[in-house]
């Protein structure tokens, strides 16, 4: 079972009748993301319109998809639901942990070998559950989901942030925290606050070296790495239309990146085609009956200020091709002005690597228009400079791709082909064996979507800079962060001065798609008979136990366990990397909390006070000090604070070893909503200047926890070790339900209490 049609049919059956009630109720046309939130409402059509920004509102997602770092984490919470099967279609995918070293074939051998326990326990729990399993070496959970299960104007929910993707085929896709998707796939609503609304308007037409990427990194140029956060933003004009629906999945993929809600594009004939290239005829032709219902309104694109929060407009025609970073996909630089830049920023001109692929990027489309430029080294005479990489995104495209002849051009230009995984974009790429803390500085250029300091290699001295894979490929032939290949000719072989012709390619495989094993797993019809089992001396994976309510008078005399300076992700917070062997496992895990973040009082990383020994020592060893003597901590960040990820493990690993509470400029949206869901104080300073007050060897206590209530901030008397004390007020954004999360020590224990 590819995908369910049957289901599919029922969402659209009820569309166009709730789009109409909304209409009505809202009192105005409609933009495509209210028309989606509104037609997979819980509870149906409400009295009033919902505050956007402002209002949580319950919802019915579709579908939900799980990879597998955290899979196991949501289905080990998922056990402790008591449910027999999951209420909505779901799947897990195995990719992030399969480590890129020599090649596709070896590296998933190995990865075979050495996961096998966690990709026997995802097998076993899906079996039980009627969860579909996507076997290791099936490809990336975003190409995945867009190749089989994504369809206009559906919602879905995924356990990685860039569930996103999927917004290129017109869904509201989001990526949310493990907990999130138990709570629908046990059947419960799933809450959300009503996103505010961003409208990017595409003018012109994309044409030469520009591509999809580079409408989004001019977007993350103008919003940057926080502007999106709480909104989906809606692409729409001639220029959307004009895109491969490939490409708008790019662009809704690193939508995650400026922490956007998520981002979706209105359906039209790109997805049509899509749809059907990838043998979903009948969900084109059921798309096609209700279409006006699957975009916007015209008149919401025709006077989009009356109806978005905010409105982006960027022409396409003019767009340059850009390259983001280093060490954030914010900071754009369009490839004209590269050459400046490096040399006012002192990057490292010469490149040592270019990888291509990964869910941003590896799509028929851009794969044939980066080896379109592959091929012109043998034609041109030329050699490549740097090394290059691919990593395809799904077994489909890979295989496809293959049959074509363009796994056979990589390879004339020295090509190394990753197994349909992750790999790099993870940290899962054994560029340096043990090494990789040392390593030197460098630069490499990807079409990834991330680019944080030792994202990629675990070095924290390789520049990583975002771009199109066209433009990698180019840059990895000429080998220099600085070539631009509109303007800047190369010398081949012969001396002669050589120039790259545009990059040209197919936005669907002209013979089609083909595949001999995409590697999926229907789970049996009938999974209870099906046992999981956990060895008790597993070091990958580890049993549950429900969280204990954080008790309000273990919130007076709390510590500061870390007060973290600048960016603090949840890489930051629980690394990924080698890390990824423990996300099972969360004792064994949590030896990685916050070892990440920069120490505000010294700029060190994973260098704390002990405030009961007076010595410094490694955040995770401090804290289980802490957590020893019966004492709670507080974590206070910096702005944005858990950006990046949607693993809850950054919000697991520090309940589980004690820390009671984040208090924060500003939050990450997932990261906010993951603390909250277990059971713990996610606040933000009320008055940002606050964070400045504390101090390394303060004591906190919580003044009022006992009123604990929505839109009521928290008072936190904060105590400095010369006596003196300020006291500071904490905002808070928790509603009723999620204050009894609080209350009952985690979300999951009130769904077992509610069932029991
Ligand atoms: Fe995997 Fe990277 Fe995509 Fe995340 S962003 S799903 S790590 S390829």
Sequence with gaps: MAFDIDMIKKVYANIPGRVDKARELVGRPLTLAEKILYSHLWDGMPEKVYARGRDYVDFAPDRVACQDATAQMALLQFMHAGKPTVAVPTTVHCDHLIQAKVGAEADLKRANQTSNEVFDFLESVSNKYGIGFWKPGAGIIHQVVLENYAFPGGMMIGTDSHTVNAGGLGMVAIGVGGADAVDVMAGMAWELKFPKLIGVRLTGKLSGWTAPKDVILKVADILTVKGGTGAIIEYFGEGATSMSCTGKGTICNMGAEV????????????????????????????????????????????????????????????????????????????????????????WPLRVEYGLIGSC????????????????????????????????????????????????????????????????????????????????????????????????????????????????????????????????????????????????????????????????????????????????????????????????????????????????????????????????????????????????????????????????????????RAYKKAGIRTLVVGDHNYGEGSSREHAAMQPRHLGVAAVLVKSFARIHETNLKKQGMLALTFAREEDYDLIREDDTFNFLDIDSFAPDRPLTIEVVHSDGSKDTIMANHSYNDTQIQWFREGSALNLIKKENA
């Design 259 to 346: 922490g956007a809600t998520t981002s979706t594009f209105g359906y039209d004939d790109s997805m049509d085609r899509y749809l059907r290239a990838t043998g979903r005829a009948d969900v084109a032709d059921e798309a096609r009956k209700i279409a006006p219902y699957l975009t916007a309104d015209p008149e919401a694109y025709a006077n989009p200020e009356a109806y978005f929060d905010q409105l982006i407009e960027i022409d396409l025609s003019t767009l340059e091709p850009h390259l983001n970073g280093p060490f954030t996909p914010d900071l754009a630089t369009p490839i004209s002005k590269m050459r400046e830049a490096a040399r006012e920023n002192d």
């Design 360 to 623: 941003t990027n590896s799509s028929y489309e851009d794969i044939s228009r980066a080896a379109s430029l592959a091929k012109q080294v043998a034609d041109k005479k030329l050699k490549t400079k740097a090394n290059f990489t691919i990593t395809p995104g799904s077994e489909q495209v890979r295989y496809t791709i293959e049959r074509d002849g363009f796994i056979d051009t990589f390879n004339h230009i020295g090509a190394t082909v990753f197994a349909n995984a992750c790999g790099p974009c993870i940290g899962m790429w054994d560029r340096y064996g043990d090494n990789a803390s040392t390593g030197p500085r460098n630069t490499i250029v990807h079409s990834f979507n991330r680019n944080f300091a030792k994202r990629a290699d675990g070095n924290p001295n390789t520049l990583a800079f975002v771009g199109s894979p066209e433009l990698v490929t180019a840059i990895a032939i000429a080998g220099r962060l600085d070539f631009n290949p509109i303007t800047d000719t190369l010398i081949n072989e012969d001396g002669e001065e050589v120039k790259l012709d545009e990059p040209r390619g197919y936005e669907l495989p002209p013979e089609g798609f083909a595949v001999e094993d995409a590697g999926y797993v229907a789970p049996k019809e009938d999974g209870s008979s099906v046992e999981v089992k956990v060895a008790p001396d597993s070091e990958r994976l580890q049993l549950l136990d429900p969280f204990e309510p954080i008790r309000p008078e273990s919130l007076l005399g709390m510590r500061l366990l870390i007060k973290a300076y600048g960016k603090c992700t949840t890489d930051h917070i629980s690394m990924a990397g080698p890390w990824l062997r423990f996300r099972g496992h969360l004792d064994n895990i949590a030896n990685n909390t916050l070892i990440g973040a920069v120490n505000a009082f010294n700029k060190k990383t994973n260098f704390v006070k002990n405030q009961l020994t007076g010595e410094y020592g490694g955040v995770p060893d401090t804290q």
